[in-house]
């Protein structure tokens, strides 16, 4: 990963992620003031908010099929339109 190649020999996808964090590193005081850069760099590797985040929806849309509520589309916007 450190390298920065990707799988097939391009730019990998936390690359950029990587270099802003170490970028931060060199000119902070202390470790806590890159916690930002560290936090988007291990999103960009493991997804955990992402996958949390699909979680509570598939759990929303489990909840309103059970009580038979309509369940929004996907090309709705946030209005409801």
């Known amino acids: 990963m450190a ?6 020999g391009e730019v990998g ?10 970028e931060c590193m060199l000119k902070a005081d202390t470790p806590d003031q890159c916690n930002d850069y560290r936090e ?4 960009c590797l493991w997804h955990k ?7 509570l929806v598939d759990k929303e849309i489990r909840r309103r ?3 038979g509520l309509p369940i929004p589309s996907d090309d709705e916007d ?3 339109q």
């Open 13 to 22: 996808r936390c690359f950029p992620f990587f270099i802003d964090l170490c």
């Open 78 to 80: 946030e209005n409801g």
């Open 65 to 67: 099929k059970k009580l």
């Open 3 to 8: 390298s920065g190649y990707g799988r097939y």
């Open 40 to 43: 988007d760099y291990k999103e």
């Open 49 to 55: 908010k992402q996958l949390a985040r699909k979680y």
